[in-house]
């Protein structure tokens, strides 16, 4: 049906009529890829060009599936299977593994860490919470490059693998060699097992690759600038001999390097599928034109990347760069700029304070607490796993039987008002307030639905939080929120403040390759793409009001026309 694709611009419903692979489609920050590929599907399915249910669409969080399910259903899709790499895997791995091996699957590990210090106590290697950590992901980063131990050595030598502490590569060799062994006598797996195992299986069973590529004929894979070398086998294993498969993605936005995450595979993804049709967005529906301006200065330097991006959002507010004199003094004035904001107008979950490592969010985090400023962390627990989140959620269901006709936002109130919940925020308590926060995201979520439905009760109210846990599509509470970069990868915000622009943090001080430089370069981009409407970079000169621990503004930042 025509209609589906109306809503597209030019450079959208090229990509989206093209329903026949190999089709790369290079979709900048904000350019609307999850649109273009969902009318794509959409319009495929449609037109009887792909089966449904032969079409597997791969994303890499539940957030990202449950968004792209939601989307589909939204245009009368059904049927498309969405899921992660590994939810597809281990849904394999679930059906075939018992049919080949005549013995249970593996038990899969939820953490990796008790199997990490087993191993390096037999090694002899410091098994302090830090070492077990770094370890962890060392063997991570060698198993999605699909390494043994031997092979890591080799490897990890070649691109110089920055190890902290004690760690040398041969211990991590060591380590990882009697991980295992003992992950085999456990009879266990980790993740990256579920993907290595269902590649191998793939390659070895023709019944199982069979099978499985009667069942999915039609791909998409998104963010396909952070798949790893394991994944892109386990795609190609699923592929066969085939190429219908279509795949988006932004090198300029690849800042998972140090896990294994490689653009190389969109940038050459021409080299793999001969037939190839490539396709740019690069009209960004996000962000303003001086934002797009000054980010499409910071990745002028970084020739990976093809997109250059031109804002449809018109005029803007100017980027701001600020100095300050230490760390508490640039937390100060940008909590007082959240405070300006917020009184005219912008709503605090539009408001992100933005930085490299989580460690800098403390300062923040007690300057907006004193200002009485709601802050949401990222990154921390899933909104649907937080203890007084299900206990809501056990006692709404309490409140089921409960007949009447009061209107839902009051029933909604009162029940959480037994675990709780208060009209307004406590005065102080970290775990206090974030407790208050979850449920009166709760509490907002009925006001929203009420809104919508003002018939709506209780049941259905249940009915859509279920949903909502099930697709792991958490909502965000009415707070400001404070994230390292990485954990805004995918996320914007009205107005955005990216802190500690400065040498040693942003670019950080253990990037010493041109590669790594590279990958701060992309880090600052993305920071900057996360804004809407305000972007303000800021950098302090010292660490401490005292002045000691001189700092200077980062390189990134030379040569900005701001």
């Not at 791969?58 to 792209?68: I, N």
């Not at 795609?235 to 800042?255: F, K, N």
């Not at 980027?319 to 009184?343: C, F, H, M, P, R």
């Not at 709404?396 to 037994?418: E, K, M, N, Q, Y």
């Amino acid at each position: 049906m025509p209609e589906i694709l109306d809503d597209l611009d030019e450079q959208q419903r090229a990509a989206a009529e093209c329903v026949s692979g190999p089709v790369a489609i290079f979709a900048g920050a904000g350019t609307g890829k999850t649109r273009t590929i969902t009318h794509r599907i959409a319009h495929a399915v449609t037109n009887g060009v792909h089966d449904p249910s032969q079409t597997l669409a791969v994303t890499f969080t539940t957030r990202a599936a449950g968004e792209l399910r939601s989307r589909l259903g939204q245009l009368g899709v059904s049927g498309v299977q969405v899921r992660t790499f590994h939810s597809a895997a281990l849904r394999q791995l679930r059906f075939f593994y018992p049919q080949f091996f005549n013995s249970s699957l593996p038990d899969l590990m939820p953490s990796k860490f008790r199997f990490v210090a087993d191993a390096a106590t037999l090694c002899r290697v410091a098994n302090d919470k830090d070492s077990i950590r770094d370890l962890a992901a060392e063997i991570e980063w060698a198993k999605v490059n699909i390494l043994s131990p031997e092979a890591y050595r080799e490897k990890a030598l070649e691109v110089r693998r920055d190890l902290s502490g004690d760690l040398t590569i041969e211990k991590v060799s060591k380590v990882f060699e009697a991980y295992l062994t003992r992950m085999d006598e456990a009879h266990a797996m980790d993740f990256e097992d579920v993907l290595l195992l269902t590649t191998a299986m793939l390659e070895n069973f023709p019944e199982m690759a069979n099978a499985v590529r009667k069942q999915y004929r039609h791909f998409t894979v998104d963010e396909f600038q952070d798949v790893s070398p394991v994944q892109f086998e386990l795609l190609c294993q699923w592929l066969g001999d085939r190429d219908d498969v279509c795949v988006v993605g932004d090198p300029a936005q690849t800042i998972y390097s140090f896990s294994g995450a490689t653009s190389k595979y969109l940038i050459n993804f021409g080299s793999h599928f001969a037939r190839t049709q490539d396709f740019q967005l690069t009209h960004s529906y996000r962000s303003t034109e001086p934002i797009v301006s000054v980010a499409n200065q910071v990745l002028a330097k970084d020739a990976t990347s093809p997109v250059r991006l031109s804002s449809k959002r018109g005029k803007g507010p100017k980027v701001t760069l600020t100095s300050y004199a230490s760390d508490e003094e640039e937390a100060k004035k940008i909590g007082a700029q959240i405070s300006e904001q917020i009184a005219s107008g912008t709503s605090p979950r539009e408001i992100a304070v933005l930085y490299r490592i989580n460690s800098q969010s403390e300062i923040f985090e007690a300057e907006l607490s004193a200002l009485g400023i709601p802050v949401s962390l990222r990154g921390a627990e899933r909104f649907f796993e937080r203890v007084e989140v299900k206990n809501a959620l056990l006692n709404l269901r309490a409140g089921l039987h409960v007949t009447g006709d009061r209107p839902l936002l009051d029933a909604v109130r009162d029940i959480l008002s037994s675990v709780g919940w208060r009209t307004q925020a406590p005065d102080s308590g970290r775990s206090a307030r974030e407790t208050w926060e979850s449920l009166n995201t709760i509490v907002d979520l009925a006001a929203e639905l009420q809104a919508k439905d003002p018939a709506a009760q209780l049941p259905e109210f249940v009915k859509a939080l279920d949903l909502r846990s099930e697709q792991e599509f958490a909502p965000s509470a009415n707070a400001v929120t404070l994230a390292s970069i990485h954990a805004a990868k995918g996320l914007e915000w009205e107005a955005v403040f990216v802190a500690g622009v400065s040498e040693g943090l942003l670019p950080i001080s253990h990037a010493t390759t041109a590669a790594e430089f590279n990958e701060e370069r992309r880090l600052l981009y993305v920071a900057m793409t996360r804004a809407k409407t305000h972007l303000h970079l800021s950098w302090a000169k010292s660490r401490h009001t005292d002045g000691k621990g001189y700092r200077e503004q980062s390189t990134l930042l030379r040569d900005l026309n701001l």
